[in-house]
């Protein structure tokens, strides 16, 4: 079994599918994809469509990004909708209501994406890794993080040891190339920015990019 983290995507279909063409998963193998699959680019829509898809031939792991929580949060209350706008939400809006601006959004999203976003995990862990989307509150033991940290987290985690036994492996802070230190891997190397997608294969530490 090979094991294979993907950062933040950001509804880049082109760079999600050359992605997995170059991990080239099999039945055996795991995926963790760490979040953030939307908002930014133009095909968030498709890009759950794949992600659904991968899941029925490929043991998946789907962690919430902090964007996948503006989205849910837009569509309970409403109340957010600057901060969910401001960060690429109209982009979802739009790969969702395609040829029809007046749906709402809640009624656009098909019942499989409704029950992919409901059944996102806050975390994973394994024997020798934890998976979140931002980081942990450094000192503080998976079970009795803040769920707002593992989504939202950035300097207070990045910038100081973790205090935890296994290293962390997570997305939402870009870097132009992956962050590795001995408590920690970044792998948000920005491609709702334009820039690559990047998958990580565990233990072998092996990079694997798209640039598309």
Known sequence: MQRFAIGDIHGCLDKLEDLLAKISATSDDILIFLGDYIDRGNASKEVIDLLIEVASETRCVFLRGNHEDMLLEFIEYGTNSPMFFSNGGDMTIESYTKGRPDQNIAD????????????????????????????????????????????????????????LNKKVIFGHTSFTVPLVKPDKIGIDTGAGYGRALTAVKLPELEFLQSFV
């Not at 942990?136 to 910038?159: A, K, T």
Request: aromatic residues 14%.
């Open 108 to 163: 656009a999203l098909p019942e499989a994406h409704k029950k992919f976003f409901a059944d996102l995990k806050w975390s994973y862990e394994d024997d020798d890794y934890i998976y979140v989307h931002a980081g942990i509150r450094p000192g503080i033991p998976l079970n009795l993080q803040e769920h707002s940290d593992l989504i939202w987290i950035r300097d207070e985690f990045v910038s100081s040891p973790t205090g």
